[in-house]
């Protein structure tokens, strides 16, 4: 089994980080570690190095590395070229005000991806689909997505279904400013480099299905198994942010804090 660790270098390590490296390296499967730097804006190479130098310290080493994905553009113009030949992308040029509004004027509630999406993106029916739009810079790049629900088994909460068209609709694969999107970069990554098995925080669960989903589409015939393992939360509503200083393995270590330490407040957060 291969499996991933794939922080973005948006911030520093924190405890929320350990607790998902924990699970990763304790799953028996061999690691690959991904830098996940598709948000070109806030990507920093000073948080990337901070988070290698943690890891290292922390003594979590990967087999397998699978580099950032600033470097990987041409296989995600490749991706696009596939769901582009089965005419499954297209061009858009709304703005989240313009998709907000017709949500008011149609009387919907504002309905959000789900809370805890990485691209906090609203659902989408497809305004643009046949507009004819150039797939070309300056415009985001979307997937057609029709309806049908996406099952697969959680190794730890079981049985899941989503309808990715009821919860985001046509999703974007690239935004208006050139970046690839969280979705699909990880999508076509994951795919592409072999990963087998993911690990990662329950926030992320909402966006299982669209992946699944996403990775058929690009040609994929097994999807990865998943695991979706608790938060650490600072309270009980809100879950650990990287900017709360407290929790940062930076932190801990200039205040003496032993690895095993740092593990064992994960471990128990
Ligand atoms: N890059 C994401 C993060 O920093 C993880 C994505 C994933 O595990 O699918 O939390």
């Known amino acids: 089994m291969l499996t991933r660790f794939a922080p973005a270098p948006t911030g520093w390590l924190h405890l929320g980080h350990v607790l998902n490296a924990e699970h990763v390296w304790g799953s028996g499967a061999r690691v690959l570690l991904r830098i996940e730097d598709h ?23 990967a087999d397998v590395s699978g580099g ?12 696009i070229e596939i769901l582009r030949a089965r005419g499954l992308v297209y061009a858009c040029d709304c703005t989240r005000k313009a998709i907000a509004a017709r949500d008011r004027a149609r ?30 810079d300056g415009y985001g790049w979307r997937v057609r997505v029709e309806p049908g629900v996406e099952r697969f088994v959680d190794e730890r909460l079981g049985p899941q279904a989503q309808d990715p068209s009821r919860q985001c609709g046509d999703f974007l694969l690239r935004d208006r400013r050139g970046n690839w999107t969280y979705q699909f970069a990880v999508t076509v990554d994951d795919w592409r480099q072999g990963i087998d098995l993911v690990i990662r925080g329950g926030d992320l669960l909402p966006s299982t299905g669209r992946q699944i989903r996403l990775a058929r589409l690009l040609g994929r015939d097994r999807p990865p198994t998943f695991l979706h393992h608790r938060l650490l939360m600072q309270s ?29 407040a994960a471990r128990r957060g």
């Open 39 to 61: 948000d070109r804006e806030r990507s920093r190479p000073e948080y990337e190095a901070g988070i290698l130098e943690d890891l290292d310290w922390l003594g979590y080493h």
């Open 68 to 79: 950032r994905q600033s470097d990987r553009d041409p296989i995600y113009r490749d991706a």
């Open 107 to 136: 009387g919907a509630a504002p309905v959000r991806a789900s809370s805890a999406s990485r691209d906090d993106e609203l659902r989408y029916p497809g305004h643009c689909r046949d507009r004819g739009l150039p797939l070309a």
């Open 236 to 264: 009980p509503t809100q879950k650990l942010s990287k900017s709360d200083g407290a929790t940062g393995v930076r932190e801990l270590r200039a205040r003496g804090w032993t690895p095993d330490q740092v593990k064992d």
